[in-house]
Nanobody, 122 residues
Framework: QVQLVESGGGLVQAGGSLRLSCAAS????????MGWFRQSPGEEREFVAG????????NYADSVKGRFTISRDNARKTVYLQMDSLKPEDTAVYYC???????????????WGQGTQVTVSS
């Protein structure tokens, strides 16, 4: 089993940057594909970015390509989401998630964190 704890959210002005972190517990973190999702009030949760177990493959939603970067450090059992050029429409609760097949794609994830709020002011 994997437990996930996100951190790094906050309030930032449009055009600014934030770096989210997601710390995992469990011995098999390096086997899991990791993803970041977000959900705004009244909206469905959406896939933002994913990274494969060995970091060789990443995947991004079109809305964040070129602005967000996902990375991971398996030794630290942590996955990151660097968010640059933030826009008000990026405002959401951001969740990290883990999937047992090690892949970086949208779809079914097995474990979820509790989320961290990101608010981008205009």
């Amino acid at each position: 089993q994997v437990q996930l704890v996100e951190s790094g959210g906050g309030l930032v002005q449009a055009g600014g940057s934030l770096r989210l972190s997601c710390a995992a517990s469990g011995r098999t973190f390096s086997n899991y594909g990791m993803g970041w999702f977000r959900q705004s009030p009244g909206e469905e949760r959406e896939f933002v970015a994913g990274i494969s177990r060995n970091s060789r493959s990443t995947n991004y939603a079109d809305s964040v390509k070129g602005r967000f970067t996902i990375s991971r450090d398996n030794a630290r059992k942590t996955v990151y989401l660097q968010m640059d050029s933030l826009k008000p429409e990026d405002t959401a609760v951001y969740y990290c998630a883990a999937r047992g097949d090690g892949l970086p794609f949208p779809g079914t994830y097995d474990y979820w964190g509790q989320g961290t709020q990101v608010t981008v002011s205009s």
